[in-house]
């Protein structure tokens, strides 16, 4: 079966910056894109960027200058590169596949917390 494993997240100050990962294992047809998405407590699962295999790159407006996804093609790995964080960015942060015959796979998610 398919596996993601996050790693990277963890408490951070306001202003300071963290790097997921996420590492796939397994067998996955044909990537359409990859992504990040993110729950802060009493919200939905929000996207936070995604990356296509054409390497278009779309980002929240929250995120938006401050966040860089990138992959490692053709390694099924994908990193999100967070700075200047802010106390609203807390969250659980999840990894994302997505295949082009419309499967989806999920990561078990990895916290995040920005707080002095």
């Known amino acids: 079966q398919v596996q993601l494993v996050e790693s990277g997240g963890g408490l951070v100050q306001p202003g300071g910056s963290l790097r997921l990962s996420c590492v796939a294992s397994?067998?996955?047809?044909?990537?359409?894109?990859m992504g990040w998405y993110r729950q802060a407590p009493g919200k939905r699962r929000e996207l936070v960027a995604t990356?296509?295999?054409?390497?278009?790159?779309n980002y929240a407006d929250s995120v938006k200058g401050r966040f860089t996804i990138s992959r490692d093609n053709p390694k099924i790995t994908v990193y999100l590169q967070m700075n200047s964080l802010e106390p609203e960015d807390t969250a659980v942060y999840y990894c994302?596949?997505?295949?082009?015959?419309?499967?989806?796979?999920w990561g078990q998610g990895t916290q995040v917390t920005v707080s002095s």
């Open positions: 397994g067998t996955i047809f044909r990537i359409y894109a």
């Open positions: 994302n596949i997505g295949s082009t015959s419309g499967l989806q796979y």
């Open positions: 990356i296509t295999s054409g390497g278009t790159r």
